[in-house]
């Protein structure tokens, strides 16, 4: 497949720079697989598409709050530093900004929260590509990022976040991603009250989001490109529960990307799904036949994105791009912030 099908041309304007409130008032475009018909709503009233018996899966990863601001030691040079993964107790593989940072490169971290008692150093310890190091801090500082770092938002939000919450799902639980899975922003807990009272069920997977996931195809050849891998947990009572709805009829509902990633990484011959626990290197693209996932809800996604290949292999990348530009024609709002897709 070549890498411009998944392009296409967004007006700057529409690229959600603040989140809407309440959280389900987000406009919900609904598209049917089957007839390419679409449907314009509001968030809340996914529950009119919804059946009892259905599963909803969602991601229940945690944000980190993994922008850090440093100086070099003793130079006072200023350096941002994006935690990505943790790889032990004491060592990040990281995106850092700022010249000259090389092996033996030593900072002091700023915290974010003034006169906070927390005083951080840490040593680049390899280089890697496209910018990254692995740093190796003085002590973990796990419990030491909510004072200081800060939320890492998409580099296309451009606004200051006033309550860093509203980069968190409800849902949010387990710390260590870099992003958030946005898809899962909607859902209120007035809702899912609603929905369980409909008959539809829960469950959750952890998958831990990398900022790979913003980072457009480069290479001619969609299959070309090497995908990032991404920690992945499916649970043995997830799995159950998937087992359970499948028993009864009920389709299996997707909340975003990441839940989709983390259902097909688990998922096995014939339907199927076997818990999991390690890392996904799991690239859908358009021809992938879907072992787990029955209906997907998902955000607008950026051109020449892995994100934009799964959900149009999901859907027919033509009918979702149809829909794309019947959602520009509407003003919808796009990225992390921005409007939902139902996809039936």
Not at 13 to 30: F, G, K, N, S, Y
Not at 220 to 231: K, P
Request: charged share 25%; glycine share 8%; hydrophobic share 45%.
């Amino acid at each position: 497949m070549k890498t411009f099908e998944l392009d296409y041309n967004l007006p700057a304007e529409l690229i959600a720079q603040t989140p809407i409130e309440p959280r389900d008032a987000a406009r919900l475009l609904v598209l049917d697989r089957a007839t390419g018909a679409l449907a314009h709503r509001r968030f809340r009233d996914v529950a009119e598409f919804l059946r009892p018996g259905d599963l909803l899966v969602f991601n229940e990863t945690r944000v980190l709050n993994a922008r850090l601001q440093a100086v070099k030691i003793p130079t006072g040079g200023r350096v941002e530093v994006l935690l990505l993964k943790r790889c032990d107790g004491q060592t990040w593989e990281a995106l850092v900004g700022g010249s000259g940072v090389r092996v033996g490169t030593r900072m002091r971290i700023l915290p974010a929260v003034e006169s906070a008692p927390v005083d951080a150093t840490a040593e680049v310890v390899a280089e890697l590509e496209r910018g990254r190091r692995v740093l190796r801090f003085d002590r973990p500082i796990d419990d030491q990022l909510d004072v200081l770092g800060g939320v890492p938002l998409p580099p296309y939000i451009h606004q200051s976040l006033r309550d860093p919450e509203r980069y968190q799902t409800i849902f949010a639980r387990v710390p260590g991603s870099a992003a958030a899975p946005t898809a899962g922003l909607h859902f209120t807990p007035d809702l899912m009250q609603a929905l369980r009272e409909q008959g539809v069920g829960a469950a959750f997977v952890d998958l831990r989001v990398g900022l790979d996931t913003f980072r457009p195809i480069e290479v001619d050849e969609v299959e070309q490109h090497r995908i990032h891998t991404e920690r992945c947990r499916v649970s043995a009572d997830t799995v159950e529960r998937i087992d359970q709805a499948r028993r009864t009829g009920g389709r299996i509902v997707a909340v975003g990307t990441t839940a989709v990633r983390a259902l097909e990484t688990a998922g096995q011959a014939e339907g199927r799904v076997a818990p999991f626990d390690g890392d996904t290197g799991l690239f859908i693209t358009p021809g992938y036949r879907f072992r787990v996932v029955d209906v997907m809800i998902t955000n607008f996604h950026l051109p020449r994105s892995t994100l934009l290949a799964l959900v149009g292999a999901f859907a027919g990348l033509e009918q979702v791009l149809a829909a794309y530009r019947a959602a520009m024609v509407e003003r919808y709002r796009f990225y992390s912030f921005g409007d939902a897709m139902l996809i039936l």
